[in-house]
């Protein structure tokens, strides 16, 4: 921030501050004897300097009406661009036009990415890093419009294409370990970024009374009451949490407001005596592909289509498998469509046994269809072959033992060093 001033017949002509970013120069007026003031002093400037002000490209723009009643040769507009933002006289356009910009940005930039092959955490992971990453920006500045956030949040079709059965949209915004897929909560997000910069700027909410009492003046209903709950929210942040606001960070808002809308996945509401807490952590572990992840997700969640489930929702005339015939279940997919199916599903078993050496016959059904790993030291072992297995079967169209394990193995070389040495109980993976 630069400050000018001038001394003129030995009498100080000050201007006000002027922010400076890279060759653009703002000044913010608050007197109408500003504008013909600042002419003044850059004209003077300019004469000492050998420097010229080109006046058509300097623009001039009123806020309020008071403000248009001196002219300057400053050109006068009605709306500006500053900083990426575009600036009109009136509050209720800068906040809708700015918001209708980037919401036509999103679409564009989400169409140029539905054609490639992506499972959903990795859509999620390029929704929020390179999507969404766009909107944080104005976030901070213009309070974002339910009905916006509504419009951002239909970016779920992106995310459930080819999907007859999907993840409920709250559930997808849960963290990982707590069932979800951490997609970002646009409205949350947007809300928690507005609020720290306007707590972090007064120590107080009072700018965002005042903004939320003047826009109810001026009858904009929908974003009145918007902003009457983003004020009552920052609020209620503020009482709770009791933070000082020089601490209060966007993500200890943003964790607040999703605690107000935190839900249960619908899997953990039916089956509530699994020990969630448990399953949901191993989603979390690095170093298993996120393919073998998501379809062990899937599959958890329930969203596998199986012709039996297909045909329950008169989506197909019958329930029968179309490679045997036989009725279509998750596990007749995994463990018994073909002889080939079985022969895997029997390797496996050997191979899980060898790791857990658990002696219940149901134990490797446990692993596989319920992520249910029993006490044992190599259970990244077990988990990573069972998420391998889980992947393998569901996805790949011709299944045969020895091209399961030649995949597998492509993995493990593709895995770190210090990975590799925690799958030595499997022991297939280093022969040769
Ligand atoms: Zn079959």
């Not at 723009?61 to 990426?84: C, H, S, W, Y």
């Not at 779920?156 to 559930?171: D, E, N, T």
Request: charged residues 20%; hydrophobic residues 40%; aromatic residues 12%.
């Amino acid at each position: 921030m630069l400050t000018f001033s001038l001394c003129n017949n030995r009498q100080l002509v000050s201007i006000p501050p002027v922010y400076a970013y890279a060759d653009d120069a703002i000044i913010l007026c608050k007197e109408t004897t500003d504008p013909p003031r600042i002419q003044k002093v850059l004209q003077v400037f300019g004469n000492v300097s050998n420097s010229v002000i080109n006046f058509t490209k300097s623009t001039f723009m009123a806020i309020t009406p008071r403000g248009q009643t001196k002219t300057t040769r400053f050109t006068n507009v009605n709306e500006m661009k500053v900083l990426g933002i575009l600036f009109t006289p009136n509050i209720m356009d800068v906040i809708e036009i700015n918001w209708k910009d980037i919401v036509k940005k999103i679409r564009f930039g989400i169409q140029r990415h539905l054609s490639r092959n992506l499972n959903v955490i990795k859509k999620v992971w390029h929704i929020n890093t390179f999507i969404l990453s766009k909107i944080w920006y104005f976030a901070q500045v213009l309070p974002i419009p339910e009905q916006t956030a509504q419009q951002i949040e239909k970016i779920g079709f992106y995310l459930w294409k080819g999907f007859v059965f999907r993840i409920a949209r709250p559930q997808c915004k849960l963290s990982i370990k707590e069932g979800g897929l951490q997609l970002i909560n646009v409205k949350s997000k947007c809300d928690a970024l507005f609020i720290k910069y306007i707590v972090r700027a007064d120590h107080s909410i009072d700018t965002l009374v005042f903004l939320s009492n003047y826009v109810s003046s001026l009858h904009a209903s929908s974003m009145t009451r918007s902003l009457k709950k983003l004020t009552a929210d920052a609020n209620k942040f503020l009482e709770d949490t009791n933070i000082a606001p020089e601490q209060i960070t966007t993500k200890l808002i943003y964790s607040y407001l999703q605690d107000q809308v935190r839900c249960l996945p619908n899997v953990q509401s039916k089956f509530h005596n699994k020990n969630w807490k448990k399953i949901w952590s191993y989603f979390k572990i690095p170093h298993i592909p996120s393919n073998w992840k998501w379809e062990s997700y899937a599959l958890i969640n329930g969203i596998i289509m199986t012709e039996e489930r297909k045909y329950m929702h008169h989506i197909v005339p019958n329930p029968q498998c179309n490679k045997c015939g036989t009725i279509d279940t998750i596990s007749h997919r995994l463990t018994r469509c073909s002889d080939l199916s079985r022969g895997i599903w029997l390797w496996l078993q050997q191979k899980l046994n060898n790791a857990h050496k658990a002696t219940n016959p149901n134990t490797n059904l446990r692993i596989v269809f319920d992520l249910d790993l029993p006490q044992t030291p190599h259970y990244f072992s077990i988990l990573w072959l069972a998420m391998g297995f889980i992947y393998y079967m569901l996805q790949m169209q011709t299944k045969s033992l020895p091209d399961f394990i030649k995949e597998l193995g492509r993995v493990y070389l593709q895995t770190d060093v210090h990975v590799r040495k925690k799958l030595q109980i499997l022991d297939f993976l280093t022969e040769e």
